[in-house]
């Protein structure tokens, strides 16, 4: 008989665990369901990525009566330009280029300070010259959370004769200076100088080979693209050329479905002549115009 009252007991302490579990496990998946984040949505989630980046700086001497052009390059792609010019007062300039911050400083001591800031990781040149100067390159790499310090830069005078080119470039129609245009002047070796307006619109292309011809292009998204063919310069001399841009006009967007805007790019499309042969228009870009007539057939 106490065998039978014992197995009783122990079975009812069985049955009372199990009611506890399944208790414990309808309460956990109701706590479950009424939050936000669910297991399988949090399974899904992707980290934040974040762009982290480095920077450098350095120092100049100034060359009195000189202007000291600082390009930064990146990729053999000109970013940015800086000028340092001694004045007499202290002076502050901040450019910003695509994805950093070009700042600099003029003392009245003859001393240049600049500090790329912001600057994405990677490979960048500095390049620093002024007339009659040596230009100077400083090969960078940009390492992330770092602002590297670099050597003090001196310009050496230059032995060899040098010519110089400079100009100012407006708009045609209002006069108005057109600053940060890129420019682009080529040698007859193929040699690329390069170039950006000031913001009084100002470009200047300093040690030039004498005796030779050059080549000026300019490109802007909002004007007629322009190449200039420049004579030979004299030695020690620096040519003045004025340009005024053409600005292109608006164009007037039409709603989808009702065809092409004046002065947008058509889409490539392939249509048969007359006789049925197929004609693409990638095929007659760049090497002749294309005039598109539909006809309508004899009637």
């Known amino acids: 008989m106490k065998l039978i009252q014992a197995f009783s007991v122990q079975l009812a302490n069985r049955k009372l665990a199990i009611q506890m579990f399944a208790l414990a496990l309808l309460l956990f998946a109701g706590l479950n369901c009424g939050t936000e984040n669910s297991v399988e949505e949090t399974r899904g989630t992707l980290p934040i990525e974040t762009l982290v980046t480095g920077a450098f700086h350095g120092e100049l001497e100034i060359i009195e009566g000189e202007t000291v052009y600082m390009r930064l390059l990146n990729g053999g792609q000109l970013l940015a330009q800086i000028e340092f010019m001694m004045d007499g007062v202290d002076t502050a300039t901040r450019t910003e280029f695509l994805g950093g911050v070009f700042a600099s400083t003029v003392s009245q001591s003859g001393v240049g300070n600049y500090h790329i800031k912001d600057a994405g ?179």
């Not at 670099?150 to 005078?157: G, M, N, R, T």
């Not at 600005?247 to 709603?255: A, C, K, R, S």
């Open 121 to 299: 990781p990677g490979d960048y040149t500095l390049q620093i010259s002024a007339k009659g100067y040596q230009t100077t390159e400083l090969n960078v790499t940009v390492i992330a959370d770092q602002d590297i310090s670099l050597d003090k830069i001196a310009l050496v005078a230059l032995e060899q004769p040098v010519s110089h080119l400079q100009g100012i470039l407006t708009d045609v129609v209002t006069g108005a200076p057109i600053s940060h245009v890129h420019l682009q002047l080529t040698d007859k070796t193929d040699k690329v100088y390069e170039a950006l307006t000031t913001e009084t619109g100002v470009f200047t292309f300093e040690n030039l080979p004498v005796a030779q011809a050059f080549t000026l292009k300019i490109e802007h998204a909002d004007y007629e693209n322009t190449e200039v063919a420049v004579e030979p310069i004299p030695v020690s001399e620096t040519f003045e050329l004025n340009l005024k841009l053409i600005p292109l006009p608006e164009i007037d967007v039409l709603d989808p479905g009702e065809g092409l805007s004046v002065g947008s790019r058509a889409p490539d499309f392939e249509l048969a002549d007359g006789n049925g042969k197929p004609h693409k228009l990638a095929d007659y870009i760049g090497n002749k115009k294309v005039v598109l007539v539909f006809f309508r057939g004899v009637w």
